[in-house]
Structures are given as structure tokens and as C-alpha cells.
């Protein structure tokens, strides 16, 4: 089906922080697949951690225990705020799964009349029926009418909003800490502090969208570690699986123990295969220094986007984002812009408010972000003069 517009570009192979095309055109990397490829192409222990679990067991669904799953569960409960989790296979999945558990929970704990969950204007959960509904964008809802209903829409970061939108009806709070499709925009300092303070007054539950921002890309294992909260739920995948499809949802226990046997499933989800690339992915992401060096890359990278802007005003508005998820916002229309840039050898990837996303693999090193820096220059600079 012709659902997506791509680029003329044949992908042959991948290795660390570069494409390789049929006709053997070498792209630096600065998509990951859209901030999946979190180790980089073919990294080689997420490489033989999957030949091993191909070699061994592929599937033998939930019907039985996956000691894969067990130990990855473990691992993600002890290494965060979380009591339990729930794997499956993306984040359209996971988020599902989290508003679900918002609806169960209230009926549960004797409030079935709770259901309404306030979202985020400009966000961006999923392409699922309710999750196109709940992050409300006209471009993913054209078409596709009668909208899901029970999500109430306020500014992302407008406090006063927010709690002018709670009623008798409410069961939950969702946002992304850095809007990924919605323009790369990182929530003010303090804001999810504040969502956990508004939902506890009120009796209502913190849903994070870390589908993007989760597994170490803004530099903490997950984002909303800098704003130091506890969330009710949290959904996760792209970089979970370094580019094996695998979703999370986190829960702490008063919200997963009301997911009882039947309340959900998924065939695939958490499957053997899965579960060894995720735990290889996590080996490295939980060594010692990783996410230091992801906070240090980041730094620069955010650096050397400002200095574009800085450079050049007649191409980029604003540079902006977190850790390793910056957004340039383009005055051209952005679309032409990234097109621009593959042309040049750099891979980005386009995202709402006309921003084209710089969200490289976790593994890049100084030298890619000066490669990367020096081909924007050279672009933006012939942009600017076709412009003038």
C-alpha cells in the first residue's frame, strides 16, 4: 500500500553509524531507523545474541514461562520505577496497553465513571484508532471518522490548562517529555514534577509516553528521570530492540495487578528472539559510563545545532530538543531540507512544527557529529544562497 512517501534510496546493509545503498552510496546515519537503532547497524553483541537465540528458540508464545522475558523484566523493574511489565511488539502497543490499564484501574478500585484521559496538543502516541485519538494531530485523523472519544486536549506544558480540564470523568494524565513527531519540543523543567503533583491531588493516574525519549536518548535511562517523578505507567519500545521490534509497558503494582489473566495478551510480544536482542540491548545501554557518554554526545550535538542556526538564519529557525533527540526547525520547507541533506550523504527524518529530527544512534562518536555538522553546513550554505 502506498502509505509511505519514501525516499528513492535502495538500503542494502548497515554498519555502526552508516547505510549502505545498492549502488554503494555510504549515508551517515542520523535517523536510526527513526530513534530505533539504538546500538547502530549490526552492532556485534546484539548480532550474536540473536544468532544464538535464532539458533536455539524462536517462539513458544505466552501460553509458557520465557526465561528471556523474566530476566528482562527484572532487569527494566530494577533499573527503574517500575513494579511490573508488559511486553509486546511497538509503542503503538504499549501505549495501548497503558490506556487500557488507566480504564481498568478506575473500575477496578470502584470508579468505572473514570475513563477520560488529558493529552497533549502536538502529540504523538500512535497510529492504532485510540491512539490517533489521543494525540489528536488533523493529519492522522483525516479519514478515519468517527474519532475514538475520552480524550480531553490542553497545551503541552500549560499547567493551568491541564487542570482546568480535569472532571468527575478523569482517569489520567498522558504526554511525551520530549515531543518527538510533534517538533522535538522537551517539557519545561519541572512540568512532569508538577503532573505528578496535580494527578496525585485528584486521584488520577501519570501515563509517560517514552516510546521515543525511553532506553537511554536523552542521556538518562529514561527521560523523565530528569525531573526526578515516579510515573504510574510508562510504554517504551524503539530503542529496546535496537531494531527488533519489541514494546514495553511499566506499571507500578496498584495499576499492573489489576491486569489480570484475559485483561490483555499479545501472540508475538515478548517472545524469546525479542527478549535476547532487548536484554543484549540493555547489557550495553546499563554498562558503566554508557549513558555518561550518551549525556556527553548529546551536549555537543546540541552545541553544533545551535552553532547551524547561529550560522544560518535564512535556513533554520530554532535548534532545539534533549540528549540525543535535537529537532532543527527549517524556514524551507522541511521535507526538502532532509531530502537535501540524504542527497549529501546525511540520513535525518522530518517531524511536525517543519523540523527535521537529528536523533543518531546512542553510539555516535564526536567524529560523526563533526561529518554530520560539516555536511549541514555545506547544505544549509547552498540553501540559503538558492534563497537569496
Same mark, same amino acid.
Given at each position: 500500500? !502506498?502509505?509511505?512517501? @519514501?525516499?528513492?534510496?535502495?538500503?542494502?546493509?548497515? %554498519?555502526? /553509524?552508516?547505510?549502505? $545503498?545498492?549502488?554503494?552510496?555510504?549515508?551517515?546515519?542520523?535517523?536510526?531507523?527513526?530513534?530505533?537503532?539504538?546500538?547502530?547497524?549490526? +552492532?556485534?553483541?546484539?548480532?550474536?545474541?540473536?544468532? #544464538?537465540?535464532?539458533?536455539?528458540?524462536?517462539?513458544?508464545?505466552?501460553?509458557?514461562?520465557?526465561?528471556?522475558?523474566?530476566?528482562?523484566?527484572?532487569?527494566?523493574?530494577?533499573?527503574?520505577?517500575?513494579?511490573?511489565?508488559?511486553?509486546?511488539?511497538?509503542?503503538?502497543?504499549? /501505549?495501548?496497553?497503558?490506556? #487500557?490499564?488507566?480504564?481498568?484501574?478506575?473500575?477496578? $478500585?470502584?470508579?468505572?465513571?473514570?475513563?477520560?484521559?488529558?493529552? =497533549?496538543?502536538?502529540?504523538? +502516541?500512535?497510529?492504532?484508532?485510540? $491512539?490517533?485519538?489521543?494525540?489528536?494531530?488533523? &493529519?492522522?485523523?483525516?479519514?478515519?471518522?468517527?474519532?475514538?472519544?475520552?480524550?480531553?486536549?490542553?497545551?503541552?506544558?500549560?499547567?493551568?490548562?491541564?487542570?482546568?480540564?480535569?472532571?468527575?470523568?478523569?482517569?489520567?494524565?498522558?504526554? %511525551? !517529555?520530549?515531543?518527538? %513527531?510533534?517538533?522535538? @519540543?522537551?517539557?519545561?523543567?519541572?512540568?512532569?514534577?508538577?503532573?505528578?503533583?496535580?494527578?496525585?491531588?485528584?486521584?488520577?493516574?501519570?501515563?509517560?509516553?517514552?516510546?521515543?525519549?525511553?532506553?537511554?536518548?536523552?542521556? &538518562?535511562?529514561?527521560?523523565?528521570?530528569?525531573?526526578?517523578?515516579?510515573?504510574?505507567?510508562?510504554?517504551?519500545?524503539?530503542?529496546?530492540?535496537?531494531?527488533?521490534?519489541?514494546?514495553?509497558?511499566?506499571?507500578?503494582? &496498584?495499576?499492573? #495487578?489489576?491486569?489480570?489473566?484475559?485483561?490483555?495478551?499479545?501472540?508475538?510480544?515478548?517472545? !524469546?528472539?525479542?527478549? =535476547?536482542?532487548?536484554?543484549?540491548?540493555?547489557?550495553?545501554?546499563?554498562?558503566?559510563?554508557?549513558? %555518561?557518554?550518551?549525556?556527553?554526545?548529546? =551536549?555537543?550535538?546540541?552545541?553544533?545545532?545551535?552553532?547551524?542556526?547561529? @550560522? +544560518?538564519?535564512?535556513?533554520?529557525?530554532?535548534?532545539?530538543?534533549?540528549?540525543?533527540?535535537?529537532?532543527? #526547525?527549517?524556514?524551507?520547507?522541511?521535507?526538502?531540507?532532509?531530502?537535501?541533506?540524504?542527497?549529501?550523504?546525511?540520513?535525518?527524518?522530518?517531524?511536525?512544527?517543519?523540523?527535521?529530527?537529528?536523533?543518531? !544512534?546512542?553510539?555516535?562518536?564526536?567524529?560523526?557529529?563533526?561529518?554530520? $555538522?560539516?555536511? /549541514?553546513?555545506?547544505?544549509? =550554505?547552498?540553501?540559503?544562497?538558492?534563497?537569496?
Amino acid at each position: 500500500m !502506498p502509505t509511505y512517501a @519514501r525516499a528513492d534510496l535502495a538500503i542494502a546493509r548497515g %554498519e555502526g /553509524m552508516y547505510l549502505y $545503498t545498492t549502488d554503494n552510496r555510504r549515508l551517515l546515519d542520523f535517523g536510526a531507523g527513526v530513534a530505533v537503532v539504538s546500538l547502530g547497524h549490526c +552492532h556485534p553483541h546484539l548480532v550474536q545474541a540473536l544468532q #544464538k537465540q535464532a539458533a536455539t528458540l524462536w517462539h513458544c508464545s505466552n501460553l509458557y514461562r520465557i526465561p528471556g522475558q523474566e530476566r528482562l523484566a527484572e532487569r527494566l523493574v530494577a533499573a527503574s520505577f517500575a513494579d511490573s511489565v508488559f511486553f509486546s511488539n511497538s509503542g503503538l502497543e504499549a /501505549m495501548e496497553c497503558a490506556l #487500557k490499564m488507566a480504564r481498568r484501574y478506575h473500575d477496578e $478500585t470502584g470508579q468505572p465513571n473514570r475513563y477520560r484521559v488529558i493529552v =497533549a496538543q502536538d502529540a504523538f +502516541h500512535g497510529r492504532s484508532l485510540a $491512539t490517533i485519538a489521543a494525540g489528536g494531530q488533523a &493529519k492522522h485523523l483525516k479519514g478515519f471518522d468517527p474519532v475514538v472519544g475520552g480524550f480531553d486536549r490542553v497545551a503541552f506544558g500549560n499547567l493551568n490548562e491541564t487542570r482546568a480540564a480535569i472532571g468527575p470523568e478523569t482517569a489520567a494524565i498522558l504526554v %511525551e !517529555p520530549v515531543q518527538g %513527531e510533534g517538533g522535538l @519540543r522537551a517539557a519545561p523543567p519541572g512540568y512532569l514534577k508538577s503532573l505528578r503533583a496535580i494527578a496525585d491531588e485528584f486521584g488520577l493516574l501519570l501515563i509517560l509516553d517514552e516510546v521515543q525519549t525511553g532506553m537511554g536518548r536523552t542521556g &538518562k535511562l529514561f527521560a523523565h528521570e530528569w525531573d526526578d517523578i515516579r510515573p504510574d505507567i510508562v510504554a517504551v519500545a524503539k530503542g529496546l530492540g535496537g531494531g527488533f521490534p519489541v514494546g514495553a509497558t511499566l506499571a507500578v503494582e &496498584k495499576v499492573a #495487578k489489576v491486569m489480570t489473566a484475559g485483561s490483555h495478551g499479545s501472540t508475538f510480544g515478548g517472545n !524469546p528472539l525479542a527478549m =535476547a536482542a532487548a536484554n543484549a540491548v540493555l547489557d550495553v545501554i546499563l554498562a558503566d559510563g554508557f549513558l %555518561e557518554r550518551v549525556r556527553s554526545m548529546g =551536549a555537543r550535538l546540541k552545541d553544533a545545532a545551535e552553532g547551524l542556526a547561529r @550560522r +544560518h538564519p535564512r535556513v533554520i529557525a530554532e535548534a532545539r530538543g534533549l540528549g540525543l533527540m535535537i529537532g532543527l #526547525k527549517t524556514i524551507p520547507e522541511n521535507a526538502g531540507v532532509a531530502s537535501a541533506l540524504a542527497d549529501a550523504g546525511l540520513l535525518t527524518v522530518v517531524a511536525g512544527d517543519n523540523v527535521i529530527r537529528l536523533v543518531p !544512534p546512542l553510539i555516535v562518536e564526536e567524529s560523526h557529529i563533526g561529518e554530520a $555538522t560539516a555536511i /549541514m553546513d555545506r547544505v544549509f =550554505a547552498s540553501l540559503a544562497e538558492k534563497a537569496a
